[in-house]
């Protein structure tokens, strides 16, 4: 999978530890660093959807992550921080052949500006 210098970039994975509700039942937020690790990013694609008469960009990325036991459950519950973006988890996966050294993770941000 990725070399060393492949793994050129700094992520962040963050976990939702919000324990407490609102006044209407409703769980808050509460985000914490799960593990910042180096992973190589790829850009997976470019789309603009159309809702409610506003057009809105995405921003989709496939990041590598070396498997720790730190990372090993990540999942689509977390987030990734990176580049001052907040990107949302849509896939967790094994790159084929990898025997559970790698990590594989689909993701996608809003694009802003």
Known sequence: MPAIGERDRRITIRRDIGTEVD???VHIEDWSDLAIVRAKRTDASAA?????QEVGAQISARF???RT??????NPKDRISFNGREYNITRVGEPAGTRNRWIEIDAVARAEG
């Open 23 to 25: 006044a209407f039942n």
């Open 48 to 52: 603009e959807s159309y809702r409610a």
């Open 64 to 66: 590598v992550i070396r």
């Open 69 to 74: 036991s730190k990372v090993a459950d990540v």
